[in-house]
């Protein structure tokens, strides 16, 4: 009660505006009071410049009421700081809606810091304090505060339900254990929660792995885009400067033709001057030459014109009619230069095109979905040939480097470094990262296998042999059987046999799959695992002669 009187005394000297204690309070002229600033603000707020009301019974006031400070009501706001009002409770310790209420409290209840779970009680701090002092009470389980108390009561029994029927998994009170669920698998529910709990840690342990290992993957693709911005700024910077290089060179070779052609251009025109000058002295001395003639024809003394006409210089050999040729020099020049121009086109094109081909996909480390049919598949089929280089001399090699056949006779291939020199293998001259998928037509013993490209070719050991090592993976396909084998380990694989095999390759998520394909796709193994190098297609051939496998060229 008292605790009820001091809220009571707390709310009737707060403010009605701030909801505070009053400081410097006034009282208006209708007998409300207020804190000096709360009521002046709320005054200046108005819009009105004439008359003032009060904030609570909306009495006007003309002209605006000159406020004083109520010393008595000052007095006894600071009398009850002092005495009780600082011990009661602040508004953020009274339960809300939210909140979990103290079932002891009456009036206005606070919060629940902890439930009972044997009394089914919440408590607030004051009314929780026998479990503390009291000797039984320190045996009850207490918990955080709950709302869902009842939830643990039976409903039948009216009893709190302390056990777990594991047959009809779900809490049962001790009645209920002897009654309806007589001769069930029943535990303790403490006993059942530790069983779950250990299941529980199992999972979380899993899910923390897991997060680890998503904050790794985040981890590396933020370094993927790192890596690929400090890439496409290095590739951009570096095609700049080719780029600048080029024009730098097309404007020399520019600047190269052009002195080129006025050079051309002086050596034509000083040659044509010299002619011309050559020209007009012989006009100039025929023009002579006619004027003698002329004052000699209209001679009337014949004995004077018969004296001179000797003495005439005989008439110079008339030189051959000037020629002009086409100009075919400059328009050799741009003739040249076009061509020039149409070849680096031509140039700049084809390698566009490389770039754009080059450009791939960054591969995600999460791994994708494994397609589901054969249509899925051929999304990622890739087109690949054989590498003579690595031929067996016992394999003879058709269909464009495609398709490897068993010899009698051992093939001219000339000596290098990667052919296998006992196994008889071949590998792809095509690389394998990313998704990928190829088919085998086999006809025989054959063995579709992957492996690296360091994978050894000289000897007979095991080194060397596809599945014999660390190196290769490889599906034995012989005698209607299948086998896989890794690292020199074998296991037996069970499936439809099909002169075709598919083997699906997702590198980036260290999947290796292998198919017998027909009018269905069946899965014969997988292999999961991680690839540290670039993959290439194998073909082993140990049936007889005649026997062949047959890279097949996918739609």
Not at 68 to 79: D, G, Q, R
Not at 86 to 101: I, K, L, N, T
Not at 246 to 258: A, F, G, Q, T
Not at 454 to 467: K, L, Q, T, V, Y
Request: neutral net charge; glycine residues 4%; contains cysteine.
């Amino acid at each position: 009660m008292a605790q009820k009187g001091v809220q009571l005394d707390r709310e009737t000297f707060s403010c009605s505006i701030c909801l505070d204690l009053m400081k410097d309070p006034v009282t208006i002229n209708c007998g409300h009071s207020y804190c000096m600033n709360c009521i002046k603000s709320h005054w200046d707020e108005e819009d009105c410049k004439y008359s003032y009301s009060c904030p609570e019974c909306r009495k006007m006031f003309t002209p605006r009421p000159v406020l004083l400070k109520n010393t008595m009501l000052a007095a006894l706001v600071e009398e009850l700081k002092k005495t009780g009002l600082q011990s009661a409770p602040a508004d953020h310790c009274y339960a809300g809606a939210e909140d979990v209420a103290c079932d002891v409290c009456t009036g206005r209840k606070l919060k629940a810091i902890k439930s009972c779970l044997q009394c089914l009680v919440s408590y607030c701090e004051k009314h929780l304090q026998p479990h503390y002092d009291v000797a039984q009470l320190k045996k009850h389980k207490l918990v955080e505060p709950s709302k869902k108390l009842q939830e643990n009561v039976c409903s039948r029994h009216d009893e709190v339900m302390k056990m777990f029927c594991r047959n009809d998994q779900q809490l049962i009170c001790y009645l209920c254990s002897v009654d309806e669920h007589k001769g069930h698998d029943t535990v303790s529910a403490a006993a059942e929660r530790t069983e779950r709990q250990k299941k529980l840690e199992v999972s979380r342990q899993t899910i923390q792995q897991r997060i680890q290992d998503r904050e790794k993957d985040v981890k590396l693709l933020r370094q993927q885009a790192e890596a690929i911005d400090r890439a496409a700024d290095k590739a951009v910077e570096d095609s700049e400067k080719i780029f600048t290089e080029l024009i730098r060179l097309l404007e020399k070779r520019s600047s190269d033709v052009k002195q080129q052609v006025r050079s051309q251009q002086k050596r034509e025109e000083s040659r044509v001057r010299e002619l011309q000058e050559e020209l007009e002295q012989e006009i100039t001395e025929l023009k002579r030459e006619d004027a003698e003639l002329k004052k000699l024809s209209h001679t009337e003394d014949h004995s004077q014109f018969l004296h001179n006409y000797p003495s005439l210089s005989p008439l110079s050999q008339s030189a051959s009619r000037i020629h002009i040729r086409p100009l075919s020099c400059f328009e050799d020049v741009t003739a040249a230069v076009s061509e020039v121009r149409d070849k680096l086109q031509d140039v700049l094109r084809e390698k566009r095109t490389k770039v754009s081909l080059t450009g791939t996909e960054v591969d995600v480390l999460l791994p994708q979905p494994e397609p589901k049919t054969r249509a899925g598949f051929l999304k990622y089929s890739r087109e690949i040939t054989l590498d003579p280089n690595t031929a067996n001399t016992r394999l003879l090699l058709s269909e464009g480097n495609r398709k490897a056949t068993v010899m009698r006779q051992h093939q001219s291939y000339s000596s290098h470094p990667d052919r296998f020199t006992d196994w008889c293998q071949v590998l792809s001259r095509e690389s394998l990262t990313g998704r990928c998928y190829w088919e085998v037509e086999r006809r025989g013993g054959v063995y579709v296998a992957v492996a690296y490209k360091n994978i050894s070719r000289e000897g007979g050991s095991d080194e060397c042999g596809f599945g014999r090592n660390d190196k290769s993976w490889m599906l034995d396909c012989y005698n209607n059987s299948y086998t896989c084998w890794s690292n020199n380990v074998q296991t037996p694989v069970s499936g439809p046999v099909s002169s075709r095999v598919g083997v699906y390759l997702d590198h980036s998520a260290g999947i290796l799959s292998f198919y017998s394909v027909s009018e269905t796709m069946t899965l014969l193994h997988r292999v999961q695992t991680t690839f540290t190098q670039p993959l290439y297609a194998g073909l082993m051939l140990y049936g007889s002669y005649g026997d062949s496998a047959e890279l097949c060229k996918l739609k």
